[in-house]
């Protein structure tokens, strides 16, 4: 038999569990936003990758599925490139902003989160990780990075897009 106080208890619990993964979801940064931003309020002119031939076989290697697009919007000024990607956590999409300088990882964010779990990843603690990786052998990052309990999906979601900006990156910045 449940008490009264046992029953409360219960109901504080679904109604917090409930309230932090309404919380989870949302709109960190407009992708606008994150590329003034990244360019200190002076973008330059977006550019467009097309993936086709090898860049598509490249991506779809990385992601484990087809690139969702026939084109990737990116900004270039120099050898820094700046990506908005988004990649399938378990459901839904999350859209990350990926800058890339001289073929390392400068800076991750999470844009956008729609998952009701894994919201952990859009954390600098989890993000700060990728900072100074590169592509190494077999499109894999250079180095390990930690995982979340519980955010297993996010996570991966969010190495494939890391992965897939370094490709992308070193597409435009070589002539291959």
Not at 4 to 10: K, Q, S
Not at 131 to 137: P, Q, S, V
């Amino acid at each position: 038999m449940i008490t009264g106080v046992c029953l409360r208890l219960i109901v504080i619990a679904v109604g917090l569990l409930t309230v932090a993964q309404a919380h989870a979801r949302g709109v960190y940064q407009e992708p606008a936003a994150f590329i003034d931003e990244v360019f200190a309020g002076d973008p330059p002119v977006p550019k467009a990758l097309w993936i086709s031939g090898k860049a598509r076989e490249g991506a779809e290697r990385i992601l484990g599925h087809p690139p969702p697009s026939l084109r990737v919007r990116y900004w270039q000024r120099e050898k820094r490139t700046a990506w908005i990607l988004e990649e399938i956590g378990k459901e839904q999409p999350i859209t990350a902003g990926i800058v890339v300088d001289n073929g390392q990882i400068e800076r991750v964010k999470v844009l956008v989160f729609r998952e009701s779990r894994g919201w952990e990843v859009r954390y600098p603690f989890f993000t700060d990780q990728f900072k100074g990786t590169r592509l190494g052998a077999d499109a894999a990052l250079d180095r390990s990075i930690d995982g979340i309990t519980g955010a297993t999906l996010s996570v991966r979601a969010l190495k494939k897009l890391v992965r897939l900006a370094l490709f992308y990156h070193q597409w435009v910045s070589t002539d291959p």
